[in-house]
């Protein structure tokens, strides 16, 4: 299967909004602000995986190479949303839980909400394209 992108200028670029294909690949509103010219969004692997809100992890590759795994893509309330990667919160060596929940602590985070909210929505809308049945309890 040949990689989905979203592009060109993914993080960067359109002055629109919503999807249409801009002949490599899918414009999204991620692609507002220019980051890097050329920039592009890949999904290059998608494994399921139902647990509560999650329905499954995404391998994107941003700009020029830089590559993410293990993006969490959640749906609630007809709602999807993409998080990216974070791992297990530990004091003295031990797992921390808040109320009743295992914590995480972030990798990765974004410069700001809208950042992070536009990469959400390109890495969903990947995830819609390729695998249409991954999200389908979620609304559009």
């Known amino acids: 299967m040949t990689p ?16 249409k294909n801009a002949g490599q690949g899918i414009d999204t509103p991620l692609t507002r602000q220019a980051r890097a010219p050329g920039a592009h969004i890949v999904l290059r692997h998608w494994r399921p995986r139902r647990r509560t809100t999650l329905r499954g992890f995404a391998d994107i ?22 998080s990216l990667p974070a791992r297990q919160a ?7 839980i808040r109320d009743g929940k295992l914590a995480y602590t972030r990798i990765l ?3 700001g909400r809208d950042l992070a909210d536009r990469f959400s929505t390109a890495v969903v809308e990947l ?14």
């Not at 995830?127 to 559009?140: C, I, K, N, S």
């Open 127 to 140: 995830v819609r394209r390729t695998h249409p049945d991954a999200l389908e309890d979620a609304g559009p």
């Open 4 to 19: 989905e992108r979203i592009g060109p200028g993914a993080l960067g670029g359109a002055t629109e909004a919503g999807i």
């Open 61 to 82: 590759e941003l700009f020029d190479g830089l590559q993410i795994d293990d993006i969490a893509v959640h749906v609630r309330g007809g709602r999807a949303w993409a």
């Open 90 to 96: 530990l004091e003295d060596g031990r797992r921390v």
């Open 109 to 111: 985070a974004w410069g």
